[in-house]
């Protein structure tokens, strides 16, 4: 079983940056592929960054390349996910994930098999 708790939210305007923070609990660390996901109101969860187990690896949606960085420090059991140049339409609940099955960084979400339970951006213009 594995525990993740989102924070770091917040209301920012455009232009400006967040961090968020997953903290995770209850299986090595390190086996395990994490992925930050979105949803906005109406529309469905969408993939936003990944991060392969031991960290060498990232994968980002074309949305957000350029802006978004994640990265994870196995020994605070933590991924982040640093939010720069924040846009009106990343306003969304973001929701870190856990995938200890995949060997590669997926971008569907039926992959991962934990959630926390999302923190909410929102971003003004």
């Known amino acids: 079983q594995v525990q993740l708790v989102e924070s770091g939210g917040g209301l920012v305007q455009a232009g400006g940056s967040l961090r968020l923070s997953c903290a995770a609990s209850?299986?090595?660390?390190?086996?395990?592929?994490m992925g930050w996901f979105r949803q906005a109101p109406g529309k469905e969860r969408e993939f936003v960054a990944g991060?392969?187990?031991?960290?060498?690896?990232?994968d980002y949606a074309d949305s957000v390349k350029g802006r978004f960085t994640i990265s994870r420090d196995s020994a605070k059991n933590t991924v982040y996910l640093q939010m720069n140049s924040l846009k009106p339409e990343d306003t969304a609940v973001y929701y870190c994930?856990?995938?200890?099955?995949?060997?590669?960084?997926?971008?569907?979400?039926?992959?991962?098999?934990?959630w926390g339970q999302g923190t909410q951006v929102t971003v003004t213009s």
């Open positions: 994930a856990a995938d200890f099955l995949s060997w590669d960084i997926r971008r569907k979400d039926y992959a991962y098999a934990y």
């Open positions: 209850g299986r090595t660390f390190s086996s395990y592929v």
């Open positions: 991060i392969f187990r031991s960290g060498g690896t990232t």
